[in-house]
């Protein structure tokens, strides 16, 4: 057994409240194709589609030049997104990453091979940040209530208990037997910080994978244009 060391390299109802209100704003509430007219200095005008797309509780706005045919590259980014969401939504008591985290302090537990990478992504930039993002964060939940009212802080004890459990450099990845393991119960693993830009980089992959060279995804405030060096995106 190999175990990557990472120095080496809502409530219940409202969680289930917002998976249906993004399950049915996904299937009944994307906008239809609208055209655009791109250019610069250097090239003639050109046409390009756009699709929105509402998935992982954010709007996703596509733009692909009007030949490419905006629906099939539409529906590739909307099957990775979902896919991210269902494997590393940590608000989805049956997601993968749900399952990790009801194990803290146990056994490991086997994840998919795409959670695994992203995990390790985030583990990565934990190193590269010094701890300033930290996937284990979410070990924080539930000691604010913001609904409160009027609002109160929580006890610090219960804080510096809670961040006594923050500390990403603990997450166990082994790579070989396809599993992670948090070494703490109370420990918990929330990827929100960097899964849409997974899922962005993803779904550019998937559409360069069907052929569509030129495009613009944009989701949550983050933007990720192909190719990168192009001066005709506005």
Same mark, same amino acid.
């Given at each position: 057994?190999? +175990? =990557?060391?990472?120095?080496? !390299? %809502? $409530? @219940? #109802? *409202? &969680?289930?409240?917002? /998976?249906?209100?993004? +399950? =049915?704003?996904?299937?009944? !509430? %994307? $906008? @239809? #194709? *609208? &055209?655009?007219?791109? /250019?610069?200095?250097?090239?003639?005008?050109?046409?390009?589609?756009?699709?929105?797309?509402? &998935?992982?509780?954010?709007?996703?706005?596509?733009?692909?030049?009007?030949?490419?045919?905006?629906?099939?590259?539409?529906?590739?980014?909307?099957?990775?997104?979902?896919?991210?969401?269902?494997?590393?939504?940590?608000?989805?008591?049956?997601?993968?990453?749900?399952?990790?985290?009801?194990?803290?302090?146990?056994?490991?537990?086997?994840?998919?091979?795409?959670?695994?990478?992203?995990?390790?992504?985030?583990?990565?930039?934990?190193?590269?940040?010094?701890?300033?993002?930290?996937?284990?964060?979410?070990?924080?939940?539930?000691?604010?209530?913001?609904?409160?009212?009027?609002?109160?802080?929580?006890?610090?004890?219960?804080?510096?208990?809670?961040?006594?459990?923050?500390?990403?450099?603990?997450?166990?990845?082994?790579?070989?037997?396809?599993?992670?393991?948090?070494?703490?119960?109370?420990?918990?693993?929330?990827?929100?910080?960097?899964?849409?830009?997974?899922?962005?980089?993803?779904?550019?992959?998937?559409?360069?994978?069907?052929?569509?060279?030129?495009?613009?995804?944009?989701?949550?405030?983050?933007?990720?244009?192909?190719?990168?060096?192009?001066?005709?995106?506005?």
């Amino acid at each position: 057994t190999v +175990t =990557v060391a990472v120095a080496e !390299s %809502e $409530s @219940e #109802s *409202e &969680t289930v409240t917002v /998976a249906l209100a993004e +399950t =049915v704003a996904e299937s009944e !509430s %994307e $906008s @239809e #194709s *609208e &055209t655009e007219t791109v /250019a610069d200095d250097d090239s003639a005008p050109q046409e390009y589609k756009k699709r929105t797309i509402l &998935t992982m509780s954010t709007r996703l706005d596509l733009m692909v030049p009007a030949g490419e045919g905006v629906d099939a590259a539409a529906d590739v980014v909307r099957e990775v997104f979902a896919r991210v969401a269902e494997r590393a939504n940590e608000w989805r008591p049956e997601s993968p990453l749900s399952a990790v985290n009801a194990a803290a302090g146990g056994e490991p537990t086997a994840v998919p091979d795409d959670l695994r990478a992203l995990l390790g992504r985030g583990l990565r930039l934990g190193v590269r940040t010094g701890g300033a993002f930290d996937v284990t964060w979410a070990a924080m939940w539930g000691l604010w209530d913001f609904r409160a009212d009027p609002p109160q802080p929580p006890p610090l004890a219960e804080v510096a208990k809670r961040i006594a459990l923050v500390d990403f450099r603990q997450v166990e990845v082994d790579a070989q037997a396809g599993t992670v393991r948090l070494p703490r119960k109370g420990m918990k693993i929330g990827l929100g910080g960097i899964a849409k830009g997974w899922a962005l980089d993803e779904s550019a992959a998937a559409l360069q994978k069907l052929g569509v060279a030129s495009f613009m995804m944009s989701a949550g405030g983050q933007v990720l244009p192909e190719p990168v060096w192009s001066r005709s995106w506005p």
